[in-house]
């Protein structure tokens, strides 16, 4: 059984800098695809930023990119989003997703992932 546990989140100032991690534990298959998604109350989750963990490429919603960016380590089975110049409007919480894929491209599109953390939450104010 594949489990996520995010953590990294909390409260930083207009245009500071968090970094997220999600262990992740209990894969099976050769390579997955992992995303970070984000969701404020009475909103739909937002995908944010996805990755290929057997050859890194990535995709970014046009909200973060330039700004936030995902990695992935391998021997740590962690996936890491940075996120630099943080927005009023990146508060919310954040959400990390896998997916086991044979194929390199993934996207950040929610029902395509079928492993969620339980959350982190990311507060950005003045």
């Known amino acids: 059984q594949v489990q996520l546990v995010e953590s990294g989140g909390g409260s930083v100032q207009t245009g500071g800098s968090l970094r997220l991690s999600c262990e992740a534990s209990?894969?099976?298959?050769?390579?997955?695809?992992m995303g970070w998604f984000r969701q404020v109350p009475g909103k739909e989750r937002e995908g944010v930023a996805a990755?290929?963990?057997?050859?890194?490429?990535?995709n970014y919603a046009d909200s973060v990119k330039g700004r936030f960016t995902i990695s992935y380590d391998d021997a740590k089975n962690t996936v890491y989003l940075q996120m630099n110049s943080l927005k009023d409007e990146d508060t919310a919480v954040y959400y990390c997703?896998?997916?086991?894929?044979?194929?390199?491209?993934?996207?950040?599109?929610?029902?395509?992932?079928?492993?969620w953390g339980q959350g982190t939450q990311v507060t950005v104010s003045a």
């Open positions: 997703a896998a997916a086991p894929s044979a194929l390199s491209y993934c996207r950040e599109v929610a029902y395509e992932y079928m492993y």
């Open positions: 209990g894969f099976a298959y050769r390579a997955y695809c």
């Open positions: 990755m290929y963990t057997s050859g890194g490429v990535t």
